[in-house]
């Protein structure tokens, strides 16, 4: 599976941005997918997962009430809706998916990554 996440850019405390990760190379609909991100010099954390249909959402207490993740499996494509970006939001966002029913938050867990894009949020 090729994963590519794109949709970072610079914006200001406060602001909205929407990533967006397109999927090809099998059934989209059988891969759990997630977003993580790193932040410099820290590690790469989930912040929010979605399962098979979409029907079970998980998101981090860093992130929860101001992201939304979603996914469409006609489209073979998974998005992460931000609001009310602060500078704590700043980094590189993984769009990440996982050949396993339920994974839990390890990196481990996942078989497929994307390149990353870049949020920055300014104050």
């Known amino acids: 599976v090729q994963l590519q996440a794109s949709g970072g850019g610079l914006v200001q405390t406060g602001g909205s941005l929407r990533l967006s990760c397109a999927a090809s190379g099998r059934t989209f609909s059988t891969i759990f997918m997630a977003w993580f991100r790193q932040a410099p010099g820290k590690e790469r954390d989930l912040i929010s997962a979605?399962?098979?249909?979409?029907?079970?959402?998980y998101y981090a207490d860093s992130v929860k009430g101001r992201f939304t993740i979603s996914r469409d499996n006609s489209k073979n494509m998974v998005y992460l809706q931000m609001s009310n970006l602060k500078p704590d939001d700043t980094a590189v966002y993984y769009c990440a998916g996982s050949s396993r029913y339920r994974p839990d938050g390890s990196r481990n867990e996942y078989d497929y990554w994307g390149q990353g894009t870049l949020v920055t949020v300014s104050s």
């Open positions: 979605i399962g098979w249909s979409g029907s079970f959402k």
